[in-house]
């Protein structure tokens, strides 16, 4: 390796990835610099949610490898990568009659001691990510009893209560309302700032990509065709060539950032 080139906290090299017979991404080399927020953009079947799950050793690739701080993932143990990273997929399930906490609470297992007993610093890392997400009012209540953006915020705390240095997120502002999904995003970007997280997240909304990413890597057909900062990434081109949609291009006026206006 050469001596003063950082290493990417999670990278893959000539990727391939489907399900059964169907191929979704061929030859992926793609790359995450720690300490960032990447947003994966693309139109429905691009390979989005492929890609971020196997990310997260959920999909074995057909070939190519995924590698952590350098190491491919099939050379780490299931604990050390569940202590490294935490994902929301976009389809969480529970068993019946759950409580929040107890969905919380399934986040401390990798770092469980010796006794498999919660100590302290469990119930600690639990109630933050419960406040952080602001549930704390309905953390005795039944999962299947709750609003479907109250339920996606439980399953984020979960993911908090991780407490990795790494989160990966399928779409986490479905379900929720236009204030809760500010604020969730708004939590992403002082987590990276302020406790030094690295995020890669599945995002539909392409204003909210630009306004809350360092970086934005655009999907169609299972490769990516757009890989940058966002001012390089959302333009009239993209919009059209990816999306099919017709747009001008227009300054935010809060985050300097670069949003679209449908024609």
Not at 126 to 149: C, H, N
Request: glycine share 8%; with cysteine; hydrophobic share 45%.
């Amino acid at each position: 390796m050469t001596e003063g080139i950082a290493v990417p906290i999670l990278d893959t090299v000539d990727l391939s990835l489907g399900y059964r017979n169907r191929v979704i991404s061929e030859h992926l080399d793609f790359a995450v610099e720690r300490g960032t927020v990447t947003a994966l953009v693309g139109p429905n079947g691009s390979g989005k949610s492929t890609l971020l799950m196997a990310l997260a050793r959920v999909l074995r690739p057909r070939c190519g490898v995924v590698r952590l701080d350098g190491t491919p993932l099939g050379e780490r143990s299931s604990i050390d990568i569940a202590r490294r990273l935490a994902i929301l997929p976009q389809t969480a399930v529970a068993p019946p009659g759950l409580r929040v906490r107890e969905l919380v609470e399934q986040g401390r297992y990798p770092r469980l001691g010796a006794l498999s007993m919660l100590r302290r610093c469990d119930d600690e890392a639990m109630q933050r990510a419960m406040s952080l997400t602001g549930i704390e009012t309905f953390a005795e209540r039944k999962l299947d009893s709750l609003s479907g953006g109250e339920r996606q915020r439980a399953w984020i705390a979960m993911a908090l209560a991780q407490e990795t240095e790494i989160l990966l997120l399928d779409e986490p502002t479905t379900y929720l309302d236009v204030r809760h999904q500010i604020d969730l995003l708004e939590l992403v970007v002082d987590l990276v700032r302020t406790h030094g997280k690295t995020v890669v997240m599945v995002l539909h909304d392409l204003n909210q990509a630009a306004r809350y990413s360092d970086r934005i890597v655009a999907l169609r057909d299972g490769a990516i065709v757009a890989d940058g900062h966002p001012a390089e990434v959302v333009t009239t081109h993209l919009l059209e060539h990816v999306f099919g949609v017709r747009a001008r291009i227009i300054t935010d006026p809060v985050a300097g950032r670069p949003m679209f206006v449908a024609e």
